[in-house]
């Protein structure tokens, strides 16, 4: 279904690449007075708004642009800089300059703040979450958190300080996921670890059992936060495809689903006991190229076919069915209702069918008897397109689509696995021509994750990072970097734009449409604030408030079900996988909301404090 990002999260999950209701995870609310442009029913926005000045606010946080620079070696807290020294490969050690610290961030854990065993949340925790995201093989990306230099004890246990190398703007992000340590057996890589079961939580649900066909949460009774949990209960079943979720809510084999959209589903979910509702967040369904092998290597093949590739076809007959009137995504990285970041000429009129003709022709190709372009080789490239099994939109789109590819020129062929294959291990593999998935971002609409050069998985990098494309443009890659460090609101914008245009220009992808999240339940199992994060990133968070009309167990369908549960490698990149398991028992510094935005949660006693070293 969907690929998530690690930004909120520990995030994905963008790659990139995110309604009612007051924080999710807390009752407290963000002292930002911000507020990100969004619509209504928006859930993530440019939650990190900063005048870029000395002094200036950023996200309702303290940035103090004119405290001096501690000396290099020492965080504003006064306590070591990791560094100093460091193993050679013989053994020896050489000395090493310790980053100059930049950043620091400031949190003040909620003294009540324990983990479902009854111990304590402490720094610890933090270090060791830091270090397995950081050295696990197969993290699934380390961006933003390569710019830790240490986590430290402040001025008591409560306290922990956080220095950064670098001014880092999208650092709501970080300390997101946090792992227990007393559970882990070692910090340093958890790949081995926590596959079938995350022994631990810090929120208002712990996990009681997990299998193939079922995970049990139950009530935490150590939790500490307001969210006091009604239902003591959760059950989530996966459903193998779209139809037999429809058949489990209107049987009422479950009391809720968050089904993906597809035309007829309004039909089919008409029931005097149902209502649904959408939420437009940052879920953005878009078509991906694999730019590392296979045809979509060659530029020009691939800007060829990515010019053939008819959008309003697909807005025609696939999405206005569902959604009538609406239109087609052009932005490149982003959603035109959150923020400033999208800029919609990136891929306005981009359907140009003359024009790839005219570049493949340029380039030595022609089409041979059967219609199909061929290289100078004579050697017609076949196209394997991935998508979900059990997805009715997506096989809608293949089937109206592969046919329009073969009059252009282009031979498409389905190549598709179930949801666990597909998300978790053959796009961090790279193992897929053409992927079409929706991207579940964070409100922060940081690329880096997703599309820098050194976020491709590759042996260097202990296949690291989530950019599935393959792409790697050094320009830019540099702009992500810079993007990241930009707390001016409006020069942040611009190199995102920038981005968004080399994007397009690379045919590094094709957006296709803003997807709604649709919250779907049962009025007569379930009452409570139901569809209030239906476009949270962290969705239906809020299931310590939903009420059982009768008994004290709450069913939920999941469309996407995990094969394993680590949160640190590729097991997390699935939107699902995070919905089901990872938001619902790892806790975060900052959670997001189901209005766009970011808020301190109930692991922190108040708005941490950034600070930025001249």
Same mark, same amino acid.
């Given at each position: 279904m969907r690929k998530t990002t690690r930004q909120a999260k520990v995030v994905s999950s963008l790659v990139g690449l995110t309604l009612i209701a007051a924080a999710c995870g807390s009752s407290k609310t963000s002292t930002s007075a911000t507020t990100p442009a969004t619509v209504a029913t928006t859930a993530a926005g440019a939650g990190t708004t900063t005048a870029g000045t000395t002094g200036a606010t950023a996200a309702g946080t303290t940035v103090a642009g004119t405290t001096a620079a501690t000396a290099a070696g020492t965080t504003a807290a006064g306590t070591t800089v990791a560094? %100093?020294?460091?193993?050679?490969?013989?053994?020896? &050690?050489?000395?090493? &300059?310790?980053?100059?610290?930049?950043?620091?961030?400031?949190?003040?854990?909620?003294?009540?703040?324990?983990?479902?065993?009854?111990?304590?949340? &402490?720094?610890?925790?933090?270090?060791?979450?830091?270090?397995?995201?950081?050295?696990?093989?197969?993290?699934?990306?380390?961006?933003?958190?390569?710019?830790?230099?240490?986590?430290?004890?402040?001025?008591?246990?409560?306290?922990?300080?956080?220095?950064?190398? /670098?001014?880092?703007a999208p650092y709501k992000n970080l300390f997101s996921g946090l792992l227990e340590k007393a559970k882990i057996k070692n910090c340093s890589d958890v790949s081995t670890e926590l596959q079938d079961n995350i022994p631990f939580s810090?929120?208002?649900?712990?996990?009681?059992?997990?299998?193939?066909?079922?995970?049990?949460?139950?009530?935490?009774?150590?939790?500490?936060?307001?969210?006091?949990?009604?239902?003591?209960?959760?059950?989530?079943?996966?459903?193998?495809?779209?139809?037999?979720?429809?058949?489990?809510?209107? /049987?009422?084999?479950?009391?809720?689903?968050?089904?993906?959209?597809?035309?007829?589903? &309004?039909?089919?979910?008409?029931?005097?006991?149902?209502?649904?509702? =959408?939420?437009?967040?940052?879920?953005?369904?878009?078509?991906?190229?694999?730019?590392?092998?296979?045809?979509?290597?060659?530029?020009?093949?691939?800007?060829?076919?990515?010019?053939?590739?008819?959008?309003?076809?697909?807005?025609?007959?696939?999405?206005?069915?569902?959604?009538?009137g609406a239109p087609l995504l052009n932005?490149?990285?982003?959603? =035109?209702?959150? %923020?400033?970041?999208?800029?919609?000429?990136?891929?306005?009129?981009f359907y140009d069918p003359t024009a790839a003709a005219k570049l493949l022709t340029d380039a030595g190709w022609k089409k041979g008897a059967d219609g199909f372009w061929a290289d100078k080789t004579g050697k017609v490239p076949t196209i394997r397109w991935i998508i979900n099994t059990g997805n009715k939109r997506r096989e809608n789109t293949q089937a109206l689509m592969i046919p329009e590819f073969a009059k252009s020129g282009f031979k498409v062929v389905a190549d598709n696995c179930?949801?666990?294959?597909?998300?978790?291990?053959?796009?961090?593999?790279?193992?897929?021509?053409?992927?079409?998935?929706?991207?579940?971002?964070?409100?922060?609409?940081?690329?880096? /994750?997703?599309?820098?050069?050194?976020s491709i998985p590759s042996a260097a990098n202990n296949n690291a990072g989530q950019n599935t494309a393959g792409w790697c443009d050094k320009d830019a890659s540099a702009l992500m970097k810079q993007s990241d460090a930009e707390l001016d609101l409006t020069k942040r914008e611009d190199q995102i734009h920038q981005i968004g245009a080399l994007i397009a220009k690379d045919a590094v992808l094709l957006p296709l449409f803003q997807f709604p999240n649709i919250a779907a339940w049962r009025t007569d199992k379930l009452d409570g604030p139901i569809?209030?994060?239906?476009?949270?990133?962290?969705?239906?968070?809020?299931?310590?408030?939903?009420?059982?009309? /009768?008994?004290?167990?709450?069913?939920?369908?999941?469309?996407?079900?995990?094969?394993?549960?680590?949160?640190?490698?590729?097991?997390?990149?699935s939107s699902w996988?995070?919905?089901?398991?990872?938001?619902?028992?790892?806790?975060?510094?900052?959670?997001t909301t189901g209005k766009g935005d970011y808020a301190f949660s109930s692991l922190v006693s108040a708005e941490p404090v950034v600070k930025v070293l001249s």
């Open positions: 560094g %100093g020294s460091a193993t050679t490969a013989g053994g020896s &050690t050489a000395p090493t &300059t310790p980053a100059k610290p930049a950043m620091t961030i400031t949190m003040q854990l909620d003294p009540k703040a324990v983990w479902d065993d009854g111990t304590p949340i &402490t720094v610890d925790d933090f270090k060791c979450t830091v270090d397995a995201v950081l050295h696990t093989t197969g993290s699934l990306s380390t961006v933003g958190w390569d710019q830790i230099i240490s986590v430290e004890k402040g001025k008591d246990a409560h306290e922990i300080v956080a220095t950064l190398k /670098s001014v880092y810090a929120r208002p649900y712990k996990l009681q059992a997990f299998s193939k066909t079922q995970a049990t949460l139950v009530a935490n009774d150590k939790y500490w936060g307001a969210e006091k949990p009604i239902a003591k209960t959760i059950v989530m079943v996966p459903e193998a495809d779209t139809d037999t979720e429809i058949a489990a809510i209107k /049987s009422g084999e479950v009391a809720f689903d968050f089904p993906q959209a597809y035309s007829g589903i &309004t039909d089919a979910l008409t029931d005097p006991n149902i209502k649904f509702t =959408p939420g437009y967040g940052t879920n953005f369904e878009d078509i991906f190229f694999n730019q590392q092998s296979g045809p979509f290597a060659d530029a020009t093949f691939r800007q060829a076919f990515a010019k053939s590739f008819d959008r309003n076809l697909v807005l025609k007959t696939i999405y206005n069915p569902i959604f009538p932005c490149g990285v982003w959603v =035109p209702t959150i %923020g400033k970041w999208c800029n919609d000429a990136d891929f306005k009129n179930d949801s666990a294959c597909y998300f978790q291990k053959r796009l961090p593999a790279l193992d897929y021509d053409m992927a079409m998935y929706i991207t579940t971002a964070s409100p922060d609409p940081t690329v880096t /994750s997703i599309l820098a050069c050194d569809d209030a994060d239906a476009a949270n990133y962290q969705a239906f968070q809020n299931i310590w408030a939903w009420k059982p009309k /009768s008994g004290d167990t709450i069913t939920i369908g999941a469309e996407q079900w995990p094969d394993c549960l680590n949160p640190i490698t590729e097991c997390a990149n996988y995070e919905w089901l398991i990872g938001f619902k028992l790892l806790p975060n510094v900052w959670d």
